[in-house]
């Protein structure tokens, strides 16, 4: 069993940055592929990031390749950098675990544990 609590959103100004983290409790936290998704008001949720159990292997959505970066360290966090963020980046931003069942892991289904999200919004 893995939980997962996001922290880090927040209202910031187009063109500006913000650091999303993910912590993870559990055991297994090493086993399993992460990745970011999102939701924005009245739309379907999104993939926005991935990276392997190792750390490596990261995939981006084209929306935000370029400017996001995914990262995870030794402990149990999953780290999503923002930069140059745009009005149409705001959403409630997810992280999620998962068994690697397929690489890059894009579809919600691939994931089996999710946190409660945190509120992203890009505004001036």
């Known amino acids: 069993q893995v939980q997962l609590v996001e922290s880090g959103g927040g209202l910031v100004q187009p063109g500006g940055s913000l650091r999303l983290s993910c912590a993870a409790s559990?055991?297994?936290?090493?086993?399993?592929?992460m990745g970011w998704f999102r939701q924005a008001p009245g739309k379907e949720r999104e993939f926005v990031a991935a990276?392997?159990?190792?750390?490596?292997?990261p995939y981006y959505a084209d929306s935000v390749k370029g400017r996001f970066t995914i990262s995870r360290d030794n402990g149990k966090n999953s780290y999503l950098q923002m930069n140059s963020l745009k009005p149409e980046d705001t959403a409630v931003y997810y992280c999620?675990?998962?068994?690697?069942?397929?690489?890059?892991?894009?579809?919600?289904?691939?994931?089996?544990?999710w946190g409660q999200g945190t509120q992203v919004t890009v505004s001036s």
């Open positions: 999620a675990a998962g068994p690697p069942r397929r690489v890059p892991a894009t579809l919600g289904s691939e994931y089996d544990y």
């Open positions: 559990g055991r297994t936290f090493s086993s399993y592929v």
């Open positions: 990276i392997s159990r190792s750390g490596g292997s």
